[in-house]
T-cell receptor
Framework: ELKVEQNPLFLSMQEGKNYTIYCNYS?????LYWYRQDPGKSLESLFV?????AVKQEGRLMASLDTKARLSTLHITAAVHDLSATYFC????????????FGAGTQVVVTP | DAGITQSPRHKVTETGTPVTLRCHQT?????MYWYRQDPGHGLRLIHY???????DKGEVSDGYSVSRSKTEDFLLTLESATSSQTSVYFC????????????FGPGTRLTVL
């Protein structure tokens, strides 16, 4: 059974500093997804990582995937208040139906 | 947003009553999913569909059933709602292309008293 673990579950960030969220998973998969969720809202797709060594960047966020280590990281550069949200990683299961297993989420609060 | 709507958006019901949630998409995507979101659990898959009339159970399917009679609609039914089914329910769709990226609907907040 695929298990996905995110850490930390809560991250208090200071504006202007750099931080990393980690996503570990337990069985082989070659696709990993990062989503953002604002309070009371739906999930918004941030990144789709399709292969080992994949790196995607958008603004202050950068995501990478190491399938051999079964690890993805979401790096935040120079945090700003607008990045306050909950971030989820999700890993594709090995069956044919595109199912995803989600981590518990990392709640990020950015303060001045 | 991808063309996904959910109805109702909010519902309060009583224990023991049946409840049906609807997910409607205009993207003609093959795959549709129902998740529930509870604090500390992320999103957990309830049921999914890989085509019209083709559905299967997910991780937390007990107490739920689904139907998909048209590509665009995926219904989730709680046959006899319980307080443990109080949650936020999200529908997602995927075109099943290389990325298998899932796009989420706005969610339904269900409270069972």
């Amino acid at each position: 059974e695929l298990k996905v673990e995110q850490n930390p579950l809560f991250l208090s960030m200071q504006e202007g500093k750099n931080y990393t969220i980690y996503c570990n998973y337990s069985t082989t998969s070659d696709r990993l997804y990062w989503y953002r969720q604002d309070p009371g809202k739906s999930l918004e797709s941030l990144f789709v990582l399709l292969s080992n060594g994949a790196v995607k960047q958008e603004g202050r966020l950068m995501a990478s995937l190491d399938t051999k280590a079964r690890l993805s990281t979401l790096h935040i550069t120079a945090a700003v208040h607008d990045l306050s949200a909950t971030y989820f990683c999700a890993v594709k299961t090995t069956d044919s139906w595109g199912k995803l297993q989600f981590g518990a989420g990392t709640q990020v609060v950015v303060t001045p | 947003d991808a063309g996904i709507t959910q109805s109702p958006r909010h519902k309060v019901t009583e224990t023991g009553t049946p409840v049906t949630l609807r997910c409607h998409q205009t993207e003609n995507h093959r795959y549709m999913y129902w998740y529930r979101q509870d604090p500390g659990h992320g999103l957990r898959l309830i049921h999914y569909s890989y085509g019209v009339k083709d559905t299967d159970k997910g991780e937390v399917s007990d107490g739920y059933s689904v139907s998909r009679s048209k590509t665009e609609d995926f219904l989730l039914t709680l046959e006899s709602a319980t307080s443990s089914q109080t949650s936020v329910y999200f529908c997602a769709i995927s075109g099943g292309l290389v990325s298998n990226e899932q796009f989420f609907g706005p969610g339904t907040r269900l409270t069972v008293l």
